[in-house]
């Protein structure tokens, strides 16, 4: 059990009030600390990193990593939020592209795996690799299809 102290700062109130003014957004410290510097507040991106740290280690906010060379994505919570599904993701081996999925079907899939195969999968943690439509269309045009 976590006996860490929770508590709230001014600037950590200010990155948590903009995830639940956005619960179905997920963001990086990066997007969180440029829409923040744009409103005028003056938090630095290591302030932002810390803060988000210290709410996913109280449970409010969940970090997604889907792989090395993509930052980490931050998102409310389920309790927190009115998300209903699990997140995950889907990203182009093509273009980078990251895709946030919130779909009840793989929900679905999520449910069947554990109860008819007795696995858990983490939604935050796994990651669809393939082809978004922007460069399938981009292959087809190439090949003249």
Do not use: W
């Amino acid at each position: 059990m976590n006996h860490r102290k929770i508590y709230r700062t001014n600037q950590k109130e200010i990155v948590l009030k903009y995830m639940e003014e956005h619960p179905q957004e997920h963001f990086t410290a990066v997007d969180l600390y440029s829409v923040l510097k744009q409103q005028g507040h003056r938090i630095g991106l290591t302030t932002i990193y810390r803060h988000l740290d210290r709410l996913v280690d109280e449970g409010i906010v969940i970090k997604s990593i889907v792989d090395e060379s993509t930052p980490a994505c931050f998102e409310l919570s389920g309790h927190r939020s009115s998300q209903k599904s699990s997140c995950y993701h889907c990203k182009c081996i093509q273009c980078g592209k990251l895709i946030h999925l919130h779909c009840d079907e793989i929900t679905k899939l999520e449910n069947h795996i554990l109860e008819d195969h007795g696995f858990k999968v983490l939604p935050e943690r796994t990651v669809f690799f393939g082809i978004c439509s922007a460069c399938v269309e981009k292959r087809e045009t190439e090949a003249g299809l």
